[in-house]
Nanobody, 127 residues
């Protein structure tokens, strides 16, 4: 498994931006797709974005498409989530996750396809 540590969360006003980071260690980072999920109070953890192991494919939830950008830097073993035009409904704990499959052909939105998770970072968007 890989160890994941998120950072970059915080309090921001609606319309603002944040960049989340996810530092990975313990497994060959560049060989696995990475994903971001979020969980608001009282709600299920939901898919936000994912990027393939070779950065060729990205996928986004409709609710964040055009506002969020996922990226990765294999030289730093880090994945990122740039969040712009934040809305109050983006308030949640954000988790990064590593795919369980080596060199997956494509990407997945399913939580069950990810077997390593970070501890989460809180993002709060105020009006």
């Amino acid at each position: 498994q890989v160890q994941l540590v998120e950072s970059g969360g915080g309090l921001v006003q609606a319309g603002g931006s944040l960049r989340l980071s996810c530092a990975a260690s313990g497994r060959t980072f560049q060989n696995y797709a990475m994903g971001w999920f979020r969980q608001a109070p009282g709600k299920e953890r939901e898919f936000v974005a994912t990027i393939s192991w070779n950065r060729g494919i990205t996928d986004y939830a409709d609710s964040v498409k055009g506002r969020f950008t996922i990226s990765r830097d294999s030289t730093k073993n880090t994945a990122y989530l740039q969040m712009n035009s934040l809305r109050i409904e983006d308030t949640a704990v954000y988790y990064c996750a590593a795919d369980r499959s080596l060199f997956r052909a494509g990407v997945s939105r399913r939580r069950g396809d990810y077997n390593s998770w970070g501890q989460g970072t809180q993002v709060t968007v105020s009006s």
